[in-house]
Protein backbone atom coordinates (compact mmCIF):
# COMPACT_ATOMS: atom_id res chain seq x y z
CA UNK A 1 0.00 0.00 0.00
CA UNK A 2 3.08 2.25 1.01
CA UNK A 3 4.49 2.16 -2.54
CA UNK A 4 0.77 3.14 -4.32
CA UNK A 5 0.62 6.27 -2.08
CA UNK A 6 3.98 7.42 -2.66
CA UNK A 7 3.12 7.00 -6.30
CA UNK A 8 -0.20 8.88 -6.20
CA UNK A 9 1.32 11.52 -4.53
CA UNK A 10 4.11 11.74 -6.89
CA UNK A 11 1.22 12.19 -9.11
CA UNK A 12 -0.57 14.99 -6.81
CA UNK A 13 2.49 17.26 -6.60
CA UNK A 14 3.09 17.34 -10.39
CA UNK A 15 -0.71 18.78 -11.07
CA UNK A 16 -1.03 21.71 -8.56
CA UNK A 17 -1.03 24.93 -9.41
CA UNK A 18 1.08 27.12 -7.31
CA UNK A 19 0.76 31.10 -7.47
CA UNK A 20 2.28 34.13 -5.35
CA UNK A 21 -0.16 36.44 -3.90
CA UNK A 22 -0.12 40.04 -2.95
CA UNK A 23 -1.69 41.83 -0.10
CA UNK A 24 -2.60 45.34 -0.15
CA UNK A 25 -2.89 47.25 3.12
CA UNK A 26 -6.46 49.15 3.50
CA UNK A 27 -5.94 53.52 4.30
CA UNK A 28 -8.92 56.17 4.60
CA UNK A 29 -8.79 59.28 4.34
CA UNK A 30 -11.49 61.77 6.26
CA UNK A 31 -12.53 64.54 4.58
CA UNK A 32 -9.05 64.95 2.15
CA UNK A 33 -6.93 64.46 5.61
CA UNK A 34 -3.85 62.58 5.00
CA UNK A 35 -4.64 58.94 4.16
CA UNK A 36 -4.61 56.12 7.24
CA UNK A 37 -3.84 53.08 7.72
CA UNK A 38 -6.90 51.12 8.97
CA UNK A 39 -4.45 47.53 10.11
CA UNK A 40 -6.73 45.76 7.56
CA UNK A 41 -5.36 43.97 4.88
CA UNK A 42 -6.85 42.97 1.13
CA UNK A 43 -5.72 40.01 -1.16
CA UNK A 44 -5.07 40.97 -4.86
CA UNK A 45 -5.98 37.58 -6.95
CA UNK A 46 -5.33 37.67 -10.52
CA UNK A 47 -8.22 36.79 -12.60
CA UNK A 48 -7.09 32.69 -13.41
CA UNK A 49 -6.48 32.07 -9.79
CA UNK A 50 -9.77 33.58 -8.98
CA UNK A 51 -11.61 31.13 -11.62
CA UNK A 52 -9.90 28.71 -9.72
CA UNK A 53 -10.70 29.74 -6.53
CA UNK A 54 -14.03 30.26 -7.75
CA UNK A 55 -14.89 26.87 -8.62
CA UNK A 56 -13.69 25.24 -5.18
CA UNK A 57 -15.45 27.50 -3.30
CA UNK A 58 -18.82 28.31 -5.27
CA UNK A 59 -20.41 24.93 -3.31
CA UNK A 60 -19.64 26.67 -0.43
CA UNK A 61 -21.00 30.22 -0.94
CA UNK A 62 -17.71 32.10 -0.75
CA UNK A 63 -15.91 35.08 -2.78
CA UNK A 64 -12.52 34.27 -3.03
CA UNK A 65 -11.11 37.89 -1.79
CA UNK A 66 -13.72 37.97 0.89
CA UNK A 67 -12.44 34.17 2.34
CA UNK A 68 -8.95 35.06 2.21
CA UNK A 69 -9.04 38.45 3.60
CA UNK A 70 -11.36 36.99 6.37
CA UNK A 71 -8.73 35.06 7.26
CA UNK A 72 -5.68 37.49 7.11
CA UNK A 73 -7.67 39.91 8.91
CA UNK A 74 -7.96 36.95 11.78
CA UNK A 75 -4.39 36.22 11.71
CA UNK A 76 -2.06 38.05 14.44
CA UNK A 77 0.74 37.78 11.61
CA UNK A 78 0.21 37.91 7.75
CA UNK A 79 0.31 33.56 6.71
CA UNK A 80 2.99 32.89 4.34
CA UNK A 81 0.89 30.01 2.61
CA UNK A 82 -2.24 28.65 1.98
CA UNK A 83 -3.02 25.22 0.81
CA UNK A 84 -6.60 25.11 -0.85
CA UNK A 85 -7.81 21.69 -0.90
CA UNK A 86 -9.94 20.99 -4.10
CA UNK A 87 -12.92 20.47 -1.64
CA UNK A 88 -13.24 20.37 2.12
CA UNK A 89 -12.51 16.74 3.70
CA UNK A 90 -13.20 15.08 7.06
CA UNK A 91 -9.49 15.03 8.16
CA UNK A 92 -9.54 17.41 10.60
CA UNK A 93 -8.57 15.10 13.70
CA UNK A 94 -5.45 13.56 11.32
CA UNK A 95 -4.42 17.28 10.96
CA UNK A 96 -4.79 17.61 14.54
CA UNK A 97 -2.77 14.70 15.59
CA UNK A 98 -0.31 14.98 13.10
CA UNK A 99 0.15 18.56 13.60
CA UNK A 100 2.49 20.30 16.48
CA UNK A 101 1.57 23.19 18.37
CA UNK A 102 3.96 25.42 17.79
CA UNK A 103 4.19 25.02 13.94
CA UNK A 104 2.18 27.62 13.16
CA UNK A 105 -0.44 25.47 10.94
CA UNK A 106 -4.01 25.72 11.22
CA UNK A 107 -6.70 25.06 8.99
CA UNK A 108 -10.35 26.34 7.59
CA UNK A 109 -13.35 24.88 6.26
CA UNK A 110 -14.84 26.55 3.00
CA UNK A 111 -18.15 26.25 4.79
CA UNK A 112 -19.74 29.28 7.15
CA UNK A 113 -19.18 28.65 10.56
CA UNK A 114 -22.47 26.92 12.56
CA UNK A 115 -23.43 29.41 14.87
CA UNK A 116 -24.02 27.95 17.79
CA UNK A 117 -21.27 25.43 16.97
CA UNK A 118 -22.94 21.97 18.14
CA UNK A 119 -20.67 20.08 20.98
CA UNK A 120 -19.37 17.25 18.97
CA UNK A 121 -19.03 19.20 15.63
CA UNK A 122 -16.37 18.04 13.90
CA UNK A 123 -15.19 20.28 10.94
CA UNK A 124 -14.20 19.70 7.95
CA UNK A 125 -10.43 20.89 6.34
CA UNK A 126 -10.62 23.18 3.13
CA UNK A 127 -7.81 25.12 3.29
CA UNK A 128 -4.52 24.37 5.21
CA UNK A 129 -3.13 28.58 6.63
CA UNK A 130 1.09 28.12 6.93
CA UNK A 131 2.13 30.80 9.23
CA UNK A 132 5.78 30.16 8.27
CA UNK A 133 8.01 27.81 5.87
CA UNK A 134 10.05 26.53 9.30
CA UNK A 135 6.76 25.44 10.85
CA UNK A 136 5.71 23.48 7.64
CA UNK A 137 9.35 22.06 7.48
CA UNK A 138 9.28 21.13 11.38
CA UNK A 139 5.96 18.74 10.82
CA UNK A 140 6.35 17.73 7.03
CA UNK A 141 7.59 14.16 8.56
CA UNK A 142 4.57 13.97 10.48
CA UNK A 143 1.95 13.23 7.81
CA UNK A 144 1.73 12.86 4.36
CA UNK A 145 -0.42 15.60 4.11
CA UNK A 146 2.15 17.49 5.34
CA UNK A 147 4.74 16.44 3.14
CA UNK A 148 2.69 17.13 -0.01
CA UNK A 149 2.33 20.39 1.43
CA UNK A 150 5.94 21.08 1.83
CA UNK A 151 6.63 19.13 -1.64
CA UNK A 152 4.43 22.03 -3.23
CA UNK A 153 6.50 24.88 -1.30
CA UNK A 154 9.51 24.03 -0.24
CA UNK A 155 11.06 25.81 -3.26
CA UNK A 156 8.86 29.25 -2.20
CA UNK A 157 10.69 32.70 -1.00
CA UNK A 158 9.84 32.41 2.38
CA UNK A 159 9.58 36.17 2.44
CA UNK A 160 6.33 35.91 -0.06
CA UNK A 161 2.79 34.84 0.02
CA UNK A 162 1.93 31.80 -1.47
CA UNK A 163 -1.45 29.59 -2.47
CA UNK A 164 -1.39 26.57 -4.22
CA UNK A 165 -4.82 25.16 -4.75
CA UNK A 166 -4.64 21.35 -5.24
CA UNK A 167 -5.55 18.45 -6.63
CA UNK A 168 -7.68 15.79 -4.96
CA UNK A 169 -6.13 14.11 -1.76
CA UNK A 170 -5.47 10.25 -2.94
CA UNK A 171 -8.13 8.14 -2.51
CA UNK A 172 -6.07 5.11 -0.90
CA UNK A 173 -4.68 7.39 1.32
CA UNK A 174 -8.35 8.86 2.14
CA UNK A 175 -9.64 5.54 2.77
CA UNK A 176 -7.00 4.45 5.29
CA UNK A 177 -7.98 7.85 7.57
CA UNK A 178 -11.46 8.28 7.04
CA UNK A 179 -12.75 5.93 9.02
CA UNK A 180 -11.18 6.65 12.69
CA UNK A 181 -11.05 10.61 11.93
CA UNK A 182 -14.13 12.03 13.60
CA UNK A 183 -13.05 10.24 17.22
CA UNK A 184 -9.34 11.44 16.60
CA UNK A 185 -10.92 15.01 16.62
CA UNK A 186 -12.90 14.79 19.33
CA UNK A 187 -10.48 13.53 21.28
CA UNK A 188 -7.91 15.54 20.78
CA UNK A 189 -9.60 18.88 20.09
CA UNK A 190 -7.90 21.50 22.05
Avoid at 95 to 122: A, C, E, M, R, W
Wanted: charged share 20%.
Amino acid sequence: MKNSLIASKTQYVLKMKKHELIWLNSKISKSGDDFIQTGEKFVAIPADVENSLNFVLKPYDQDPGWFFTQIENSCSKSPWAFFCLDEEYPIAGHFTVNNQKDSGLFFSPYSKHLNPIPKNFVPNVGVIIVQKKSGLEMVKDRSPLFEIIWDSLKDCNSANPWLVISDPLPKPWLALILPEDNELWLSNRQ
